[in-house]
C-alpha cells in the first residue's frame, strides 16, 4: 500500500532557483492538496485539485504553480525560490465520497531555501 | 468560508491525567470534522472524523470528540494519557472542496 508519496524527501536550494515537487497517489482520488507547514502556523493550502486537468488557488499561493496532467499526481512547482519558502511541504488526497471524505498525507518534503 | 481555532498552542500534561484539547470552528456550509495526530518528523494520521449522526465520536489510541454545534465547537479528549501520545494534534473541517486546518496543539505527556 503506497498511498501517498512524495519526492523528494529533502532540498536545500538556493535563492533564485527553480524545482518541482511530485505528489502521487494510488488510491483513484479525485481532490489532491498542496499544503505548507511552519512552526505556530498549522498547515495552509497553497494550491489544490478536484480532478485532472483542474487546479485552485488556496490560502497561500503566491510564489507557487501546480499542475494536474494526470489523475494520480499532482505536481508542486516553485520558479524562483525564496528563503521565506524554506518549509515542510505535504501533499494530501481524498475521495469525493462522503462516507471516506478524510484526507490521507504524504511523508513531507522539507524544502531549505538559502 | 470555513476557519478552525485551536485555543491552545500547547498542552503539558502528566501520564496517566485526563486531557482536552479545544477546537473551534466556523463555516458557512455543512461541516465534516477532523482531527489528525503527527508524530515528530512524520506526516498526519487521521486520529476520528464526525460527518453526521452521534455527536461523541471515537477514534484510534483511546482518544474521542464530541461535536457541539451550538457552541461549534469538536473538542478531543482522553481520560488517560500515555508518553506516547506526546505529539501534535490539528483540528481541521471540511465544509466543501478544501480541507482547512488548525494552528495544532502540541500535547506534551510528563512522567
Known amino acids: 500500500n503506497a498511498g501517498v508519496t512524495q519526492t523528494p524527501k529533502f532540498r536545500v536550494l538556493k535563492t533564485g532557483q527553480s524545482m518541482t515537487l511530485l505528489c502521487a497517489q494510488d488510491?483513484?482520488?479525485?481532490?489532491m492538496y498542496w499544503y505548507r507547514q511552519d512552526p505556530g502556523m498549522g498547515l495552509r493550502l497553497i494550491h489544490y485539485?478536484?480532478?485532472?486537468?483542474?487546479?485552485a488557488k488556496g490560502e497561500v499561493p503566491d510564489g507557487y504553480n501546480v499542475s494536474r496532467l494526470k489523475k494520480q499526481n499532482f505536481l508542486l512547482g516553485l520558479e524562483s525560490a525564496a528563503p521565506s519558502q524554506t518549509s515542510v511541504y505535504f501533499c494530501a488526497s481524498r475521495t469525493r465520497r462522503l462516507r471516506d471524505t478524510e484526507a490521507f498525507f504524504g511523508q513531507g518534503t522539507r524544502l531549505t531555501v538559502v | 468560508a470555513q476557519s478552525v481555532t485551536q485555543l491552545d498552542s500547547q498542552v503539558p500534561v502528566f501520564e496517566e491525567a485526563p486531557v482536552e484539547l479545544r477546537c473551534n470552528y466556523s463555516s458557512s456550509v455543512s461541516v465534516y470534522l477532523f482531527w489528525y495526530v503527527q508524530y515528530p518528523n512524520q506526516g498526519l494520521q487521521l486520529l476520528l472524523k464526525?460527518?453526521?449522526?452521534?455527536?461523541l465520536v471515537k477514534g484510534i489510541n483511546g482518544f474521542e470528540a464530541e461535536f457541539n454545534k451550538s457552541q461549534t465547537s469538536f473538542h478531543l479528549r482522553k481520560p488517560s494519557v500515555h508518553i506516547s501520545d506526546t505529539a501534535e494534534y490539528f483540528c481541521a473541517v471540511n465544509g466543501g472542496n478544501k480541507l482547512v486546518f488548525g494552528a495544532g496543539t502540541i500535547l506534551r505527556v510528563k512522567s
Open positions: 485539485s478536484v480532478g485532472e486537468g483542474t487546479t
Open positions: 488510491m483513484n482520488h479525485e481532490y
Open positions: 464526525y460527518l453526521s449522526g452521534s455527536t
